[in-house]
């Protein structure tokens, strides 16, 4: 069993979190904290529940070395308040919603990515898919920073429960 577990909230889990679960898995995966922390991604919508990632998110985790074509979108349920550890949200609207369904067993925390990571106060991670391959690109930085700040939040964490 992980010693921690991340859920990545956005919208419709086609783009921002996706990418961030591959961003943030791949960072994981080459540091010291492999095989310690689970990470996997929703949305708070139904609308691409079993659809793959945009193909703007894929190609643009590509560029970067991260495959997420594998990855396909699902929706939060009330059992991941229970599954998981933290749910990080791209965005305040989400964050809203995700808190707004917590059930009342709810073992899990919540909060914005970009905050929990360190990388921007109350920060939002802003939907691209309006947007063009550059606000991708944008969003990839973002979500790059957050990867960092994720493996060194977690490291400083986790720390004790390894020796």
């Known amino acids: ?23 943030i898995r791949a960072r994981i995966e080459a540091s010291p904290l492999a095989g310690r922390v689970k990470v996997d991604s929703v949305g708070t919508g139904h609308w691409h529940v079993g659809d793959p990632p945009d193909p703007r998110a894929i190609a643009t985790a590509a560029r970067h070395g991260v495959d997420i074509s594998g990855l ?3 929706q939060l349920w009330p ?3 229970r ?3 933290w749910l990080l949200c791209a965005d305040k609207s989400n964050l809203r919603a995700v808190r707004a369904r917590t059930p009342a067993d709810a073992r899990a925390q919540s909060a914005l990515l970009l905050d929990w990571a360190g990388v921007e106060p109350d920060g939002e991670v802003p939907d691209p898919y309006t947007g063009e391959l550059r606000d991708f690109e944008h969003v990839w930085g973002l979500l ?3 990867a960092d700040g ?8 986790l720390d004790g429960r390894f020796v």
Request: aromatic share 4%; proline share 5%; charged share 35%.
């Open 72 to 74: 396909r979108g699902r």
């Open 150 to 157: 994720v493996v060194r939040r977690l490291q400083r964490e």
């Open 1 to 23: 069993m992980p010693d921690m577990r991340l859920l990545i909230v956005c919208l419709g889990n086609i783009c921002r979190s996706p990418m961030a679960e591959g961003v």
């Open 79 to 81: 059992q991941d308040y």
């Open 83 to 85: 599954n998981f550890d």
């Open 144 to 146: 790059d920073r957050a």
